[in-house]
């Protein structure tokens, strides 16, 4: 089975910090995202990257940026922490070209408070 | 951005078929249609994923018409397990390149 794992469950930190979210997978899959999730706005794409050191923006990648550095992990990078990124942030992977022809598998999710 | 838009929430008896429809008349052209079943406090989990016409596995059904601008899951005989939120998934062509963009989300809440 293919396993996404996020780094943290349960993230804390102040505004003005400087976040990582880290992603990591297992199956050797060339396309990993990033999503927030809100209630009553469901799942937003943020970033997403097809391979090693190539990304994407999503529909809301304003106060985000990521990196790729290996095939397995992927990161989102809060530059400066503000109170309305507190959200649930949620990694997935996949395989093959074309970014939506294979399924995602997803991670559990981060679960982020900016105080 | 024209959104991909579901249905905010259904209600079905135990042992009923329920249909949750999404609207994406945005879709790429060579993308997949994909559905997404999710649980309170877990990522989304993988259901079905159709090109077009039908298609069906051992969980589900997935209707596609001719012009692919929606879709239909069909969920046979649903239990109380079936509680969930359930998400439509399709490719976009936005500014010279592909993405991807979740439905708005169907809330089922299956009654006993």
């Known amino acids: 089975d293919v396993k996404v794992t996020q780094s943290s469950r349960y993230l804390v930190k102040r505004t003005g910090e400087k976040v990582f979210l880290e992603c990591v997978q297992d199956?050797?899959?060339?396309?990993m995202f990033w999503y927030r999730q809100d209630p009553g706005l469901g799942l937003r794409l943020i970033y997403f990257s097809y391979d090693v050191k190539m990304k994407e923006k999503g529909d809301i990648p304003e106060g985000y940026s990521v990196s790729r550095e290996k095939k397995e992990r992927f990161s989102l990078i809060l530059e400066s922490a503000s109170t309305n990124q507190t959200s649930m942030y949620l990694c997935?992977?996949?395989?093959?070209?074309?970014?939506?022809?294979?399924?995602?598998?997803f991670g559990d999710g981060t679960r982020l408070s900016i105080l | 951005l024209a959104k991909t838009t579901q249905p905010i929430s259904m209600d079905s008896y135990e042992g009923q078929e329920v249909n949750i429809t999404c609207s994406h008349n945005?879709?790429?052209?060579?993308?997949?249609i994909t559905w997404y079943q999710q649980f309170p406090s877990q990522g989304p989990r993988f259901i079905i994923q159709?090109?077009?016409t039908k298609v069906t596995n051992e969980v589900a059904s997935l209707f596609i018409p001719a012009d692919r601008k929606s879709s239909t899951l069909s969920l046979p005989r649903v239990s109380l397990s079936d509680t969930a939120v359930y998400y439509c998934l399709v490719g976009v062509a936005s500014g010279g390149y592909q993405k991807v963009t979740f439905g708005t989300g169907t809330k089922l809440q299956v009654i006993p």
């Open positions: 945005n879709i790429a052209t060579n993308d997949y």
């Open positions: 159709g090109y077009k």
């Open positions: 199956m050797d899959h060339e396309n």
């Open positions: 997935a992977s996949s395989t093959g070209a074309g970014v939506s022809n294979q399924p995602q598998h």
